[in-house]
């Protein structure tokens, strides 16, 4: 009996360690999700166990988190400045310049001309992302659209999310950033 209980002990020793180790030459570095979660609704999604995520899961999905720190750009040559988000990738100069992170987008735009709506007024429209350069994926974007019109010029700003990903509070505040110099 004894040898039997000292058996099934190290059996179960060798399962648990397994198991630690993972299986299928899986490594067990977080990945980033590329895909779109569905909306709730509710500012606080839950996992499938039925707990709120972290502040780290929200990140992964493109939400901007609470806590980010934002920074002042000044475009001299095009004559304005925004905040944007510490740490997003910035291409572009003068009168095009997008900042980007995962599949959020802050594009700026300036041309001379007027505004077509009412400026700084918020227009919401749907479009495809593009194709993320590994898998080809392309994801369905929320993108809020402003105008601002100034000295014969406008600027348009897209701010653009993918579909379920809350960033309301941080767009809200990028685009009331936006001043021209």
């Known amino acids: 009996m004894e040898a039997k209980l000292k058996s099934a002990a190290r ?4 399962a648990v360690v397994l198991t630690g180790c993972g299986s299928g030459g899986e490594s067990s570095t977080t990945r980033p999700v590329t895909g779109s979660q569905p909306s709730s609704g509710s500012s606080n999604p839950q996992t499938a166990e039925g707990e709120v995520p972290s502040e780290a899961q929200s990140a992964a999905t ?25 740490g997003w990738a910035r291409k572009g100069s003068g009168n095009d310049v997008t900042f ?47 105008e601002f019109e100034h ?5 348009v700003l897209e701010l653009s999310t993918p579909v379920g990903v809350d960033n309301v509070d941080a ?11």
């Open 100 to 146: 980007k992170e995962k599949a959020n987008v802050i594009h700026i735009a300036v041309h001379p001309g007027a505004a077509r709506s009412k400026p700084g007024e918020k227009l919401t429209v749907s479009r495809q992302s593009a194709p993320d350069p590994v898998t080809g994926k392309r994801l369905p974007l929320t993108v809020d659209v402003y």
């Open 171 to 181: 767009y809200r505040m990028i685009s009331e950033s936006f001043r021209w110099r």
């Open 11 to 14: 059996v179960l020793i060798v």
């Open 151 to 155: 000295g014969g010029k406008v600027a």
């Open 62 to 86: 493109g939400d901007i988190p609470d806590n980010q720190v934002f920074l002042a750009f000044t475009d001299r040559p095009a004559g304005y400045s925004i905040r944007y988000p510490e």
